[in-house]
Every structure is written in structure tokens, then in C-alpha cells.
């Protein structure tokens, strides 16, 4: 895992950025902490020592080019990705030896890239067995057409890798791995158990979790995270970093502007069942796109 800062001055950078990270990057990137100032982010590489740091360049105080001239002084051994609406300094950006420059918004194909610049230059000789095959399971996930498709039809049972050494010392006392096709939820008395199925979507924009189904909506004590990773394989997917979304329950797609989009789904509430418009992250357009068949 490569242990990793994020410094941008603006909240939703820093979350959308995350939110990418942490959706097709979760087994390569280890986030440790973030910063929204020069003053905190010195702080914080001073004490950390990250090996990977992705930095805005227009900040409040210094930029993000004088903080990267700190940060050569300061933890010279970490490696700098700039991430920025602005492709005017990627000069002066690799002057200062940044590994990579990316523009956002961020597209994921681009930040795939600019992680395998990073695995290349933090493992020259080739990734740890263990970090390679975890890699090889990100990147797996992350074309999730083949993925979805093939793992929700199977969403009972998961089965544990055919490592043949490892079976054969674990024979002993290694079980299945058992997935149900339940969610644990609470009306605020009591745990319910729902079928996946029946769920439209899942938001945190409130702060605790809301989980919309057919029959109304529920609470969770689970992060959106957290949840991503058990509905993993799924028909359930994280569209955004405020919502996971049922992709079989949607209605229509709906275009917005400047290459966005809104998935529009029904959603119960006491007038009965009504449509609801879920944003789509535009870093997620494209994956989205392929999972509905869209052209």
C-alpha cells in the first residue's frame, strides 16, 4: 500500500479525489491524512512522511508550487502528483521533478495512469507479490462491465483465491467465505435484514447513511465506504461519493451539462412511488455508460 496525502484548499476536490481513490484504487493507495492549507500540510509531512502526496497548485498562502519546493526539503523522498484545473504550470510543475501533473476533473483512466508512473518508480524491480496480485484484483474491479455482470449472478458465495500453496496449508482450518444476499438496516427499533434487490439507493448526504428500497427508506450505522466494499460485485454501485446506486433499478439517464449526467430511479415515499434524480460523478460518466450499455 503506498501511504498517501491529499492537500487541496477545497473540500469537494479533496472528496471527489478520495472518492476515486478509494472506489478503483483501494488496495494500491493507503490515504493517511489530508491538509487544506501549506501550514497543516508541512505539519503533516513532517510527521508522516508520505510516499505519494497529490497537490493542488492554486492555494491559499503558498501555492502549490512553493509548498512542493518545501516539501524536497522536507520529506525529499516522497513523490509529488499535481492535481489541478490548470495545465499552464505542468512545466514548471516537472522542473520541481513532480512524478506526474493531472487535470482536473479527473478522469479515471488518467489517474490509473499517473498510479502506475508511481508503482514504477517506488518498485522499479516490479510490485511485491503480494501488492502485485492485490493490483491485479483493483484493476480487475475497476472494468467492472465483465465484473458486475459476472459476479451478481454469483453474489451467494464468494470464493477464496486458487493459490495452491496456500490452500494446501490452510486445508486444515480454512472455511468458505459466505456473502448473503441481505443487507442489515434499522426502522430505528429494530435490525432488518432486506434483499438487495429491493434497494433503489443508498445516500450519506445527510450525515447517517438512508437506504431507499421498494418498501421505504432505512438507516445504517455503516459508512458509504464501507458499504461499497460489502456490495462489491454487485448491481449496487457507487456512482458518487454521496450515493450508491441499484444500476438495474434505473429508469433513465439524463444528460446535463458539461459532460454530466443524472441517473433518474423511483424512490418511495408517502405520496407513493415517485422518480428521483441521483448525480453521477463525471469522473464515473464513462464506466457508468459501459455498465448500462449506453454508446
Same mark, same amino acid.
Given at each position: 500500500m503506498i501511504r498517501t496525502i491529499l492537500i487541496?484548499?477545497?473540500?469537494?476536490?479533496?472528496?471527489?479525489?478520495?472518492?476515486?481513490?478509494t472506489t478503483n484504487h483501494s488496495t494500491t493507495i493507503d490515504i493517511i491524512g489530508e491538509a487544506d492549507n501549506a501550514t497543516s500540510a508541512i505539519s503533516l509531512i513532517t510527521r508522516e512522511k508520505p510516499q505519494l502526496i497529490f497537490l493542488d497548485i492554486h492555494m491559499r498562502g503558498l501555492s502549490g508550487l512553493e509548498l512542493a519546493e518545501v516539501i524536497?526539503?522536507?520529506?525529499?523522498?516522497?513523490?509529488?502528483?499535481?492535481?489541478?484545473?490548470?495545465?499552464?504550470?505542468?512545466?514548471?510543475?516537472?522542473?520541481?521533478?513532480?512524478?506526474?501533473?493531472v487535470v482536473k476533473? @479527473?478522469?479515471?483512466?488518467?489517474?490509473?495512469?499517473?498510479?502506475?508512473?508511481?508503482? #514504477?518508480?517506488? %518498485?522499479?524491480q516490479g510490485l511485491p507479490t503480494a501488492e502485485s496480485a492485490s493490483l491485479h484484483t483493483n484493476t480487475t474491479e475497476s472494468n467492472a462491465a465483465k465484473t458486475i455482470s459476472h459476479q451478481a449472478n454469483t453474489a451467494e458465495t464468494i470464493s477464496r483465491p486458487t493459490n495452491t500453496a496456500e490452500t494446501a496449508s490452510?486445508?486444515?482450518?480454512?472455511l468458505p467465505t459466505v456473502r448473503t444476499n441481505k443487507l442489515a438496516v434499522d426502522d430505528g427499533a429494530h435490525?432488518?435484514?432486506?434483499?438487495?434487490?429491493?434497494?433503489?439507493?443508498?445516500?450519506?448526504?445527510?450525515?447517517?447513511?438512508e437506504v431507499h428500497t421498494d418498501s421505504g427508506k432505512y438507516g445504517s450505522n455503516k459508512t458509504l465506504t464501507?458499504?461499497?466494499?460489502?456490495?462489491?460485485?454487485?448491481?449496487?454501485?457507487?456512482?458518487?461519493?454521496?450515493? @450508491?446506486?441499484?444500476?438495474?433499478?434505473?429508469?433513465?439517464?439524463?444528460?446535463?451539462? #458539461?459532460?454530466? %449526467?443524472?441517473?433518474?430511479?423511483?424512490?418511495?415515499?408517502?405520496?407513493?412511488?415517485?422518480l428521483v434524480d441521483i448525480p453521477v460523478s463525471k469522473a464515473q460518466v464513462k464506466l457508468i455508460k459501459e455498465l448500462l450499455g449506453i454508446n
Open positions: 487541496d484548499d477545497e473540500a469537494p476536490a479533496r472528496d471527489e479525489l478520495r472518492y476515486l481513490l524536497r526539503d522536507i520529506s525529499p523522498d516522497s513523490r509529488i502528483i499535481f492535481a489541478t484545473a490548470y495545465d499552464e504550470y505542468a512545466l514548471k510543475a516537472f522542473e520541481l521533478q513532480a512524478l506526474d501533473y476533473p @479527473i478522469e479515471e483512466e488518467r489517474l490509473a495512469k499517473a498510479i502506475q508512473h508511481v508503482l #514504477k518508480a517506488l %518498485y522499479p490452510e486445508t486444515s482450518f480454512s435490525i432488518l435484514l432486506i434483499d438487495l434487490d429491493s434497494i433503489a439507493y443508498i445516500t450519506g448526504e445527510s450525515g447517517r447513511l464501507e458499504l461499497q466494499e460489502r456490495l462489491r460485485g454487485t448491481s449496487l454501485y457507487r456512482v458518487h461519493r454521496s450515493y @450508491i446506486v441499484n444500476l438495474n433499478k434505473v429508469r433513465e439517464v439524463v444528460p446535463w451539462f #458539461k459532460g454530466t %449526467y443524472w441517473l433518474r430511479l423511483p424512490q418511495q415515499t408517502a405520496k407513493g412511488q415517485e
